[in-house]
Nanobody, 124 residues
Framework: QVQLVESGGGVVQSGGSLRLSCAVS????????MGWFRQAPGKEREFVAA????????YYGTSVKGRFTISKDNAKNLLYLQMNSLIPEDTAAYYC?????????????????WGQGTQVTVSE
């Protein structure tokens, strides 16, 4: 069974940076389309970023484009999300996800496996 475990969340001041990690076990990261989503209290889970397993192309949600970077290390089976220029609106629980299907997906329904999430809080 594939398991995803996020880490790296915390409290940061506005304008700061954090790097989230997602450790993949029970499977090989290179065989999945990987994505990051986030969910703030009382809001829907929102697409943040995705990484194509075939082309290596990256895709970002409008609100994070230019500030966040998704990447992976196949040798370590790790997915990353580098978050720069953080703003209070980025405060949320962040989840990594893995999809078995080929393609790049912004819709959470296309992902088969999810982590438990890591909390990011950006203060004023």
């Amino acid at each position: 069974q594939v398991q995803l475990v996020e880490s790296g969340g915390g409290v940061v001041q506005s304008g700061g940076s954090l790097r989230l990690s997602c450790a993949v076990s029970g499977g090989t990261i290179s065989t999945y389309t990987m994505g990051w989503f986030r969910q703030a209290p009382g809001k829907e889970r929102e697409f943040v970023a995705a990484l194509s397993r075939s082309t290596g192309n990256t895709y970002y949600g409008t609100s994070v484009k230019g500030r966040f970077t998704i990447s992976k290390d196949n040798a370590k089976n790790l997915l990353y999300l580098q978050m720069n220029s953080l703003i209070p609106e980025d405060t949320a629980a962040y989840y990594c996800a893995a999809a078995l299907k080929f393609g790049v997906f912004t819709n959470r329904d296309n992902y088969d496996y999810w982590g438990q999430g890591t909390q990011v809080t950006v203060s004023e």
